[in-house]
């Protein structure tokens, strides 16, 4: 475990909240314009591709839905005051609701009344996606507060043949080997669940778009479930490179980061980012459980990817969970930068780590020969002396780099550093084409 | 662990205990009429039958011994007063003695007497079963009374040529895939040790004869090792179709639960019991060991099957062990009946352990569309939802569903009858012939 | 874990220390006549053959280097006094210095003269083995009286082609399975690092000689790096024999013993040493790491032997490390006895340890019939039946007797006695030859 400094004064934290801030009002779903627009919004920061695919589309067990658009949503109280209105806030009306314009005395409406009476002033987050239904979320003190009599309640839908969309974009590396970074983008009006994780995506991408990449990196923003089996479906070829993945949500929150480790364990993405972890500054490591978000479809066993869910505050576990309050001030622009930061990191780690050989692993080479070992006998060995120790004789082809570093308690870097090293004295090559060495 | 009410008010406890007491005073030996006799008072219960291996019947390094009958043991003082009466107390006589009617002075006596000075009221069990002399076993009170003088001694026994009886009960199954249960049934007047083995096998097996099963279950009440050993020489074409098995003894005293595994130590029974053990009501677990009773033959290398046993107290850790004060008293219907539910317990998960295959593992299947999900979007899963989503995404063929228990921390019944709704919907389907399949 | 009292008031202290006190002045180095000289008088001790490998041979990666030898060094101040001269300590002189005569005044000397701040009365000890330069060792209270002015310096040394010495003594047994003791014997006027190892390697190889074995012993005494991988590359079809080796080093002072495990980690070796080890009285089981002696040779990951180091307090962790303080007031008799007492235990180990295979393996032979079983029933096991039925249980090829000893808890001598009892009644066959069958 190596200590890290997670907040960090970067200026893309409010760079990024400011993105957050653009995206929050919008009323997204699984498909239709909202979830559409927030792409377009997002590639004012990164040429992501807009993909559409049909509704009916066929994606293993599933079918891409019909489109969903939402045009206004309200209810007025007898006297034509409109007590609940869509466009105060995108989570008043259920998600995929159908239309309906009527009037209903309160007894009939309020089994389409949806609230939270222990959290008597937020407005809860429902979806409807596969019901043939329709129904408003409001806060319990509005609720209770309604009186007797007959209501106009009016949800302006269409749900009708269109496209499903999802972002996508490929950053390519010296290598087809792929990173994936997965992030769902179909909740409304939800700020860390899950702007934080479309937001620093984006800005992930944009980074690695700067330099020169060994790995190749692939972003998806799509919607959950729908959006991943879809994907899933269309690229059952592109998978099998899959080196490594990340699902990101909730990673605004000023929380101690928690993985959630892949189906496999012990993939090397679940070695990385727990050897990144700092459990003493809070930071949790959970195992895989079939419940969360698309990690369920890219770690189920038909594909069983090297692909964990990377957080801070997880799903369910912070109050404001898939309700109004999960809104701009709960994510932090510190903490946006701080889940960038790690998450660079982690890409250090997987741009460098590999297997290697040694050229000459009968006893040791003669380092101070080629200038690689101390002249003066007799003190204890240096640090990057210490490396180019450990590298030589776990370098067999069965123990990588981060292994070494994690069995020798020297930081990932100086490790990488000492096999760079060897590899230029030729007495170390990695079986891998070397992320240094332009193959 | 799953928490149990292990002491049931059961009325099976005091029906088992009138059993135990009419086997209580019948002098049982390794071979003879007190072992055929107490076989056929089990009959009462189960109609097990009683097999009959002739003398000098060769088993593996054995060979089945002499049949040992007893009509009386007694010693008379030199006043003609009976001082020792095999009558009052099957443990008088050291099993196996050979007969001799003779006088004799106490100090020639004295090395054919045993006692426990430490317990001065009760009297030990010894047996003779391979070497030919003769003994009696007496309170130590009593030994140090003896006055010197000569003393008139009869052990009127016959060792002939004759049979080793034992019992067999086979319980078919849809699958001849069987389980064993086996106690030793040829020690005297001892209650824990081990009438209450007897007993709650055939009373387990009496239970598991009402209803339709999966597997196939046969019940051994056997002499102790010779009487193993001669079964699995007559029959090693049954070894091969023995998934499980569990060895009965001391599960009538009010202690825990105490499981000593299988020498795999990792068989299916070794994790069903674990998982089912409570160590917060003192259960324990202990690993394998070739001392105790017939699992040092079932687990003897050259079979190695999976076969743990099942205690409360284990054999030489009550006071009471191998004395006369392991008598009625020291067993409770409670305790009987207790041991007996955590038998069928054992049953239940045996009959509905499998490995599954998800026949759409490629991404989750819509189970809204199969009215196996919730309709309305935005809250947590469900039990039996979450028990889904577990089962689909670890039946790989490689996780038992007691694995997926285990993992997720659902208990096993909601994770089977998962699996059973799966198999219904056909996303499911048992490697081996579902238990509820019929076939 | 066996206790063991590891200070032993053996005669052998005494003696071994008298060696170490003949073998402390020489100055020693990876050439030359004081390495030569040292195992002359090891030689006293047992017949040990000296080799001498010609300066240029070449060895994996390194030849052997020209031979330094040393007649004088001093240096004189302006008054012709001399202030630092080599006949008193052999550490004054950078060990390996090329020579020179010269006057230099004191600034000039300045940066070839080495002391240690921080210990003001100690000589440090310094080597420049592959770095054309010389100096000087001192107390840094002397280098700091000195006054400015100029030196008279002589360092009257020849490093010319000559030879490469190192020691081997092999100690035939039985079988032609090895087990290597090697320790450097480099270092000049340093007692623990490394008399110690020297003379209890010598002691060791005179005790075995004195007996039959079943393993042959080879002992090494070289120069530290160089000299294991000359030997190495002298020996590569020794290798393959090599069943167990350990590395001796600092075992001389008075701290409990610390075992480096080998690289693999799991080795034999490493079983046996921790086996004896005892925590509770401070003893140190530590992992393997590419520094410290010449395990990192024998370790490398084309050999990858099963040699682990064995020491009492490791290099760098006593303050007299690599100084003049190191000297023999540090070793104990007492060390240096219980620290071959040690040796000569692993040794019993590994003499008897083996895998065995049941020739019963079907049930239990019938023990009593061979006078193996106690003959009155009821009673609890001795020791050695127990012994002898674990044995039996687990000889399947696949636990050693050592396996069986921590598995059961019984000491490993009692299930060895217990295995030699059962190969003598046929119930038992060694896959190995046994070490008692003489073949």
New interface residues.
Partial sequence: MENLAKETNSPLGPAMMRVAAELYPICRSITGNGLRESLRILQNCVPLEIREVPTGTR????EVPAEWNIRAAWIKDGSGRTVVDFRDHSLHV??YSRPIHARLSLNELRSHLFSLPERPDWI????????D?WGFCLPHRLLTSLADGEYEVCVDTSLEPGNLSYGELVVPGRTTDEVLFSCHSCHPSLANDNLSGMVVAAHLAASLRQRQNHLTYRFLWLPG?IG??TW??RNESVVPRIRAGLVLSCIGDSGPFTYKKS?RGDAEIDQIVSHLLSPESGDRLI?F???GYDE??Y??????LPVGCFMRTPN?CFPEY?TSADNLDLIKPDSLSGSLAMLQRIVDVLEQNRFCQ?L???????L??RGLYR???????TGLE?AL??V?????GRHSLLDIAE??GIPFATIAQAATLLEQHELLVSETPSPTSGR
């Fill in positions: 994606a293993f067990d599933w259920v998600n809860p987050y429902r979806t409807t996606y596969y019901r239904t479930t991943a089996i899933l479906a189906r195992d459980t079939p419940i369920r479809q770690c189920s066993p038909g594909f069983n369910g898939h040694n000459n692993p009968k006893c040791e080479p003669q101070g020969r002249a003066l006998g007799g003190l204890s060995n210490q120790l450990w030589l004789n776990f370098s067999d069995r020798s």
